[in-house]
């Protein structure tokens, strides 16, 4: 079974796991950490071990574009706003496919790409510790928002009427 195959199913899964539990952040930090753990596979193996850590690493990297893009769009309001933000994370979801072309363009790395593989752990290993940060503060604006006392909830209600500032819209985490 080819390693793409997998991680179709994988994102199918946990897209759909996601959206039932309402949640994005442990979500997508397990993705992290599987793909982290498959660079590390085949930075560190030289042998059949190699083909599993593909495995790992097309799970933690090729799945997490869904699960990004609608932690993105569910936590924005307003149709312009999201609208603008979906180009962001798809323009810049984008740069990673030209960048990973000089990544792994680097002369004398075949077979083995040690150097591109590494610099993907570096930025599997940023997005995990963001993923996890980011998660953390949506909960604390969440649970600042729920003791708002009704005078600064009718403050903040009349400052911001139709946006994700609303105090009652809350963020998914």
């Not at 930075?43 to 599993?52: D, G, H, Q, R, T």
């Not at 790992?56 to 993105?72: E, N």
């Not at 312009?80 to 979801?93: Q, S």
């Not at 960048?99 to 930025?123: A, R, T, V, W």
Request: aromatic share 12%.
């Amino acid at each position: 079974i080819p390693p793409y195959v997998v991680s179709c199913v994988i994102t199918i899964l946990v897209s759909w796991n996601s959206g039932r539990m309402e949640e994005r952040g442990y979500h997508i930090s397990s993705l992290l950490l599987i793909g982290i753990c498959g660079f590390l596979y085949l930075i560190l193996s030289k042998n059949v071990a190699l083909y599993f850590g593909a495995f790992m690493a097309c799970i933690g990297s090729l799945t997490l574009s869904s699960l990004i893009l609608s932690w993105a769009t569910n936590n924005i309001g307003g149709q312009t706003k999201r609208a603008v933000v979906t180009a962001l994370v798809v323009g810049f979801g984008s740069i990673g496919g030209i960048l990973s072309g000089f990544i792994y363009g680097i002369e004398n790395d075949s077979p083995y790409y040690h150097k591109g593989h590494c610099i993907m752990l570096g930025f599997m290993c940023c997005a995990f510790l963001l993923s996890l940060v980011f998660k953390f503060l949506l909960k604390r604006e969440n649970s600042r928002r729920e003791k708002l006392t009704p005078e600064q909830f009718a403050l903040e209600a009349v400052v911001s009427r139709f946006s994700d500032k609303h105090p009652r819209f809350r963020y998914i985490t």
